[in-house]
């Protein structure tokens, strides 16, 4: 049987490695630091940084394919990795999604809609991109960011320096703030056959950046849901993607307006869990192992709520509520504004 070799170790490593157990696929996870939650799950872990080449290649050396949870892993790391054994999804998703600059650019390339943006090296390039772009706006680091993290909202323009200031001198990237109607998001998969498949959208609400709730069926006209799955279809042929992708998007009165691209299992499709017979989780596997994919059938309405910090004083009541799926991560300490586990609730069958 293949070795799946999974970097990082987070929450969405962990629920890969059990997809991939199901699966019959052995898994091998690396992540610099301990006791990481995938750790819990998996048979054979690396524990060693991304700059340590010896253990990188031992790594790769153990494993027949490469896939990752989370995109922001160093160049060097994966100049040489690449030498050794296919990584997948490939480098251009990676390249396009690491950077938020490049990201936008290369969207509105392929002719989507993105918020209006400009790159911000110094002050007075942000002061003159408030003139164009206006308020309010978000400035944002152009690399590193999740959950909200590396952000703030620009709501006059005599605001610019202290923006600035508080992202440390990290390069960043001024966007237009969308008035959206809703936040959906499409998760897709292609297989190495060039096949795609594609999750119905969900329906996402953030609370001070992080993901709090993903319903769905998402509040969309039938126009508005093709179009979200076409457009999700057009990036993955684009980057002759293998894998699952996550596409956030901003519905506004305009149209859809994409907001960033995530090359991994998303949050917002851990609802797939318990609304699809094939989830995502199970479904990138099967796209990183040239397995066929599953169709992206939903057979019930599904609300995914995360459980984050101290949501998890809740637990003794969700663990009482009925039609309610608990997946908790494994990790020892709760702190504020960190993803402890996740619930999907089932409303009714679809
Ligand atoms: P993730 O954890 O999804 O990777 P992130 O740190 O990359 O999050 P974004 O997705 O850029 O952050 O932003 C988080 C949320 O902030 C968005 O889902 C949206 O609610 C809001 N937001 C971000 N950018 C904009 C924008 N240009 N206009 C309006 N709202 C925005
Ligand atoms: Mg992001
Ligand atoms: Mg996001």
New binding site residues.
């Given amino acids: 049987g293949s070795v799946i070799g999974i970097l990082g170790g987070g929450q969405l490593g962990r629920m890969l490695a059990i997809a991939a157990a199901r699966l019959g696929l052995r898994c091998h996870v690396f992540e610099p630091s301990q006791d990481p939650p995938a750790g819990q799950v998996c048979e054979t872990v690396t524990t060693a940084s991304y700059d340590d080449t010896d253990a990188l290649r031992a790594f790769a050396d153990a494993v027949d394919v490469i896939t990752y949870e989370f995109e922001n892993i160093p160049t060097e790391a994966l100049d040489l990795l690449e030498t050794l054994r296919p990584i997948r999804p490939g480098r251009e998703a990676l390249r396009v999604s690491q950077d938020r600059l490049t990201e936008k650019t290369w969207l509105t390339d392929l002719g989507l809609l993105t ?1 209006p943006f400009a790159d911000i090296p110094d002050l007075p390039a942000l002061e003159a991109a408030l003139e164009t772009i206006g308020t309010p706006a ?1 400035l ?1 680091t152009r690399r590193f ?7 703030v909202k620009i709501e006059t323009p005599d605001q610019a320096a202290d923006a600035l200031a508080a992202l440390n001198g990290a390069p960043a990237i001024l ?4 008035p ?1 109607r809703s ?1 959906v998001s499409v998760i897709a998969a292609r297989g190495l056959d060039g096949r795609v498949a594609a999750f119905d959208p969900g329906q ?1 609400v ?1 609370r001070e ?3 709090r709730c993903t319903t769905v069926p998402a509040e969309l006209s039938t126009a508005q849901r093709t179009d979200a799955v076409l457009l999700a279809g057009r990036i993955l042929n684009a980057l002759d993607y293998v894998g699952v992708m996550g596409v ?1 998007l ?1 519905v506004t009165r305009s149209g859809l307006v994409v ?2 691209i ?1 090359p991994r299992v998303h ?1 917002s499709g851990h609802w797939t869990q318990a609304g699809c017979a094939v989830d995502q989780f199970e479904q990138h596997m099967r796209a990183v192992a040239g397995l066929p994919l599953g169709d992206g059938q939903r057979h019930a309405d599904v609300v995914m709520e995360n459980l984050i910090g101290h949501d998890m004083d809740r637990l003794p009541n969700l663990l009482s509520t009925a039609d309610t799926q608990i997946h908790l991560y494994g990790k020892a300490e709760t702190r504020p504004g960190r993803k402890m586990g996740h619930v999907n609730r089932i409303q009714r069958p679809a």
Avoid: W
């Fill in positions: 918020a978000i944002k960011g999740y959950d909200g993290k590396g952000q966007e237009g703030f969308v959206f936040e996402n953030h950046g992080i993901l956030e901003f907001n960033e995530a949050n």
